[in-house]
Every structure is written in C-alpha cells, then in structure tokens.
C-alpha cells in the first residue's frame, strides 16, 4: 500500500522493482519495517537520544555481527576479507547457480544481507538468522544528513539486544537532569534540528527550540 500510494506524497520515489530502496524509504518515513535506524555519527546518535526524557545511547560493533550472521560452516564462508565490509543489499550474487548446490545456502554464505532483505517481502522464505548491518541507499536528503545505516532482521525476530554478545552491542543511560545541558553543547558543535532534518520542518524546530 506505501508503495502503491507513495508517489502522490513524494517526487522522487524508488523503482517499482527497488525493493531494498523501498523499505529504506518507508522505514525513514515511520512506517513498521524489519529495519533498525542507526547512524555513523556518535553526535546525531546523541541529538536524537536527547529527544527522550529518559535518553539511551546504543552503540554497535557492526562489522563483527555480520560475522556472526555469516555460516558457521567453513566450506561456506566467502573470502575473508568480504566479511569485514557492508554487504551490497542489492546484489544477487548467484541468481543461477548449479543444480547440484542449494541456491538459497550459496546466496546466504556470499550476501546475507540480500537473502534478509529478500525475506522481508517473501514471508520469510529467505534470509539468515540473524540480523545484518547494511548501508542504504540514500532515497531522501534526510538519510544522508543522518549519516543512515541500518540492520534488517531476519528468521529471529527477537531484540538485537538478546542476539548478539554485550561485547558486540553496548547500552549507555544518559542522566536526564544533563539532557539540555548537553543539547545546549551539541548546539555549539553544530548539531540541531536543521542539520538532523535538512528540510522547513527541521528548520522551524530547531528556531522553536531556540527562541522559545
């Protein structure tokens, strides 16, 4: 339904076949996705944190959780060196393998990412299972300005917090009787509404806070 009626509300919608850029879209705009907002910006993390009056920050070791999501099989792990990269959300990277290899374990072992994203639309007849860290596609200037990323969740629909190891995924509780101390210091760095949302309605915000 978003995407059928998206196109009346925005100019600049994906192609209908995009379906990675889709839920992107539709996760930035609100609506319920298998899609965890992050950003690569610690300061844009905290401005967003500050919003709350009971503010957390989570910070996540992405790379090492794609590790986890690949196969615990040896024979089925890719060259090295392509576990400590993102993932291309969009890329197939066997879409006619052989008879003889199972093509949803040769997919799975090269791009997890694609078999999760593939999940999402498919009721889960792909995927992996656990979640993976990806990077967007910047469908909308406001994923850009947040430095965006994501992880899409897959077979396991549990919390990301029971998944992977506290080594991996870190809580910090902020006090609350610091958040507009600290809002007032990230106005000095340069971080306000405007930047996070680059757009009027960043704009009024970030005036309304400010002068009000």
Not at 4 to 24: C, I, K
Not at 36 to 41: K, T
Not at 130 to 146: D, F, G, N
Request: charged share 25%; hydrophobic share 40%; net charge negative.
């Amino acid at each position: 339904m978003f995407r059928a009626r998206a196109s009346g509300f925005y100019d600049e919608v994906p192609d209908r076949a995009n379906t990675d850029q889709w839920l992107f879209l539709a996760r930035h705009a609100g609506l319920p996705t298998r899609l965890l907002d992050w950003s690569e910006g610690a300061l844009i993390g905290l401005h967003f944190a500050l919003k709350v009056d009971d503010p957390v920050v989570w910070m996540l070791n992405p790379l090492e959780m794609n590790r986890l999501s690949m196969p615990s099989d040896p024979s089925m792990l890719p060259d090295p060196s392509i576990i400590r990269e993102f993932p291309l959300p969009w890329h197939d990277p066997d879409p006619d393998p052989p008879p003889w290899f199972p093509r949803l374990r040769r997919r799975a072992a090269t791009n997890p990412a694609f078999e999760n994203l593939r999940g999402a639309w498919e009721q889960d007849q792909h995927g992996v299972e656990l979640p993976v860290a990806i990077y967007p596609t910047y469908v909308h200037p406001r994923l850009r300005a947040q430095r965006a990323c994501f992880t899409i969740h897959e077979k396991r629909k549990e919390g990301l917090d029971s998944l992977v190891p506290d080594t991996l995924l870190k809580r910090y509780d902020i006090d609350p009787a610091h958040r507009q101390s600290m809002l007032r210091d990230l106005l000095l760095l340069g971080i306000t509404d405007s930047v996070a949302f680059p757009d009027l309605d960043g704009l009024a915000n970030e005036l309304k806070n400010r002068f009000s």
